[in-house]
């Protein structure tokens, strides 16, 4: 059973950046797509970005582009989503997830098989 734990949200003003970070233990991590997403209070989980097993591909929501970039480090298990340039309306709760099937790269939450606890992220104005 993968364990996902999500690091390094907190607050930050309009402009900053925050780097989060999902670490996975106790799976096959190497060979499965990777996700995040985010919820914000009364609204719908939506499709941040995501990263295949190689690192070589990688999808983002049209609202992040340009400003979020996401990694993976096959050695440490870790993946890695750099957001610069952050915005009130970036926050929310930022989930990993992680799923087996390629068709998990086109952010539907139901490809992916196991999430982490989140962690908050808020932008101030």
């Known amino acids: 059973q993968l364990h996902l734990v999500e690091s390094g949200g907190g607050l930050v003003q309009a402009g900053g950046s925050l780097r989060l970070s999902c670490v996975a233990s106790?799976?096959?991590?190497?060979?499965?797509?990777v996700g995040w997403f985010r919820q914000a209070p009364g609204k719908e989980r939506e499709f941040v970005s995501a990263?295949?097993?190689?690192?070589?591909?990688?999808r983002y929501a049209d609202s992040v582009k340009g400003r979020f970039t996401i990694s993976r480090d096959k050695a440490k298990n870790t993946v890695l989503l750099q957001m610069n340039s952050l915005k009130p309306e970036d926050t929310a709760v930022y989930f990993c997830?992680?799923?087996?099937?390629?068709?998990?790269?086109?952010?539907?939450?139901?490809?992916?098989?196991?999430w982490g606890q989140g962690t908050q992220v808020t932008v101030s104005s």
């Open positions: 997830a992680a799923g087996p099937r390629f068709l998990a790269m086109d952010g539907r939450p139901n490809e992916y098989d196991y």
């Open positions: 990263i295949n097993w190689n690192g070589d591909t990688t």
């Open positions: 106790r799976g096959p991590f190497r060979t499965i797509i």
